[in-house]
């Protein structure tokens, strides 16, 4: 089945940019479309979880349209995989503190805290950043984006309850945190792929290789 | 660690096309904004900003269409301003394919809208856009791209919108604006020194030194840059059949086979000086 082209799924947060991420997932080859909220299953070989918005205005767009469920359920398929992109991987995790404090889907542990309570100079994190994996885990699919640029655009920060989970950091100011994450079947990467120029696209059409 | 500095191409667009105004009194007509957009974004521009000049007295029905049109091919931050005057509008924006908005009157007027934009949508996605005016030493804030003043001052101004949710601030130099003899570094330094949000410097790159100049003494976190790149980028961009505006400068264009990658060039120049920029392969 080598020529058969991958589907791609992606959620419609409502508030989002979700045109950027829809001509970039084509753009990178896949068969995609925009998941239609009266959908009771998915069938993807790839769901993308896009982010441009507030926590809680997204966890509630999930919830409305029993996306928590429906995820619960596609993850249990074999050859299933998530990607949250920016706030879609921010609300992978337990619980954000953005607004108040917020209720994730708690697909991986650990908190959403705000940049600004680092350093209140650094309250927002917004342009060109490296990425650096880590090695032990980037062997194959992302050697190619060691230390390269990607978009970044965010106040809020994934902080992850384990180690293993952790695949890449980034330096904002002073401050290291964690720019990729991966659990199983689930990658979430804070950067915006579909804003990250030419690399972006290639890293979306290398997703196939991150399903391991 | 340091971010590179973000080189954003400025297209000031009515139309769908782009024009260039002289000190925003004026304007000429140089193309098909996505055009533009386009070369820029394959030339490593870092992120791309469109503002209509006219979209404030008209609306943004027009806008969105040339946003979506230009956003199916470019894949680096697209910043929209013009026009946007409630969450709707910015929502639809959003939709189109912007992937920041920016905000001025609106947010002159109502600086609640500002708070409540930055709630539903998030802080990073709202761009402030300044336009500062100098007039007897005194500076003003101007509404509809120097029309009219309004008696705030810009640093002042610029803390408030911080205050208020704003993710970012461009600071616009009307007095420089068009004019290439370079940017207002004195004002721009005091606004970047006031606030912990990135600011961009707008209005009078006239050569690439005064790039270099205003990102050494502004420590701004980028530059918008338009005239410099938009008459090199004329010279081999197909040209444009329209009833709107004043054409004539096109007709005296020089045109060229040769692509000139202005960006690249900027990019390399900037890097020498020793300045951090985005340039991988």
New interface residues.
């Given amino acids: 089945m080598i020529n058969k082209r991958l589907s791609a799924g992606i959620i419609d947060l409502k ?6 991420i829809y ?2 997932c084509i ?1 990178a080859g896949f068969r995609t479309s925009i998941i239609s909220t009266k959908q009771k299953t998915l069938n993807y070989d790839f769901v993308i979880i896009p982010g ?3 926590f809680k ?1 997204g966890m509630n767009v999930l919830k409305k349209n029993k996306y928590d469920e429906k995820i619960s359920n596609y993850l249990l398929k074999p050859n299933s995989f998530i990607y949250g992109i920016c ?1 879609g991987m921010q609300l992978l995790f337990e619980k954000s503190f953005e ?1 108040g404090s917020t209720k994730g889907l708690g697909l991986i542990k650990g908190n959403i805290p705000e940049l600004q309570k680092k350093n ?5 994190n ?5 990425t650096k994996f880590l090695e032990k885990k980037s062997k194959l699919s992302f050697k190619n984006f060691n230390n ?2 990607f ?1 970044f ?3 809020y920060y994934a902080n992850p309850a384990n180690n293993s989970d952790i695949l890449a950091k980034t ?1 904002h ?2 401050f290291e945190f964690t720019s990729v994450v991966k659990k199983n079947n689930i990658l979430g990467t804070q950067f ?1 792929p ?8 290639e890293f979306l059409r290398n997703l196939k290789k991150y399903k391991n | 660690m340091k971010k590179p500095v973000r080189i954003i191409p400025m297209l000031e667009i009515k139309n769908g096309l782009l024009i260039k105004g002289i000190n925003f009194e004026g304007f000429r007509v140089l193309g098909n904004a996505r055009d533009f957009a386009q070369l820029y974004y394959s030339h490593g521009a870092d992120e791309i900003c469109y503002q209509d000049s006219v979209a404030t007295l008209f609306g943004t029905s027009n806008l969105i269409k040339f946003v979506s049109e230009t956003a199916k091919n470019v894949f680096v931050p697209l910043t929209v301003g013009g026009g946007i005057r409630s969450i709707k509008d910015a929502s639809d924006m959003f939709k189109a394919g912007a992937d920041k908005v920016l905000l001025n009157s609106a947010a002159i007027d109502n600086v609640k809208l500002l708070k409540k934009a930055s709630k539903i949508f998030g802080s990073s996605n709202i761009t402030i856009i300044i336009q500062a005016i100098k007039i007897d030493k005194k500076y003003y804030i101007s509404k509809s791209n120097g029309r009219d003043l309004v008696n705030i001052d810009p640093v002042e101004w610029a803390q408030k919108v911080e205050e208020f949710g704003a993710g970012e601030i461009i600071i616009t130099a009307i007095n420089n604006e068009g004019l290439k003899k370079g940017f207002d570094i004195p004002l721009t330094k005091k606004i970047v020194e006031k606030v912990s949000i990135p600011v961009i410097a707008h209005g009078g790159a006239g050569n690439f030194g005064h790039i270099y100049d205003v990102i050494k003494n502004a420590k701004v976190s980028g530059v918008g840059i338009a005239s410099i790149l938009h008459y090199e980028a004329i010279k081999f961009l197909p040209k444009v059949k329209t009833k709107i505006g004043n054409t004539l400068y096109l007709d005296s264009v020089k045109k060229i086979s040769k692509h000139l990658n202005t960006i690249l060039k900027i990019k390399k120049f900037l890097k020498k000086k020793g300045v951090i920029i985005r340039d991988d392969k």
């Fill in positions: 508030f989002n940019n979700l045109f950027s001509k970039a753009k441009v918005g507030a205005s706030l607004f209140k100079k650094m309250k927002t917004m342009g060109w950043c490296k390269k640029h978009y655009v965010h106040s330096f100011g002073n915006h579909e804003k990250s120029g030419n690399l972006g696209i």
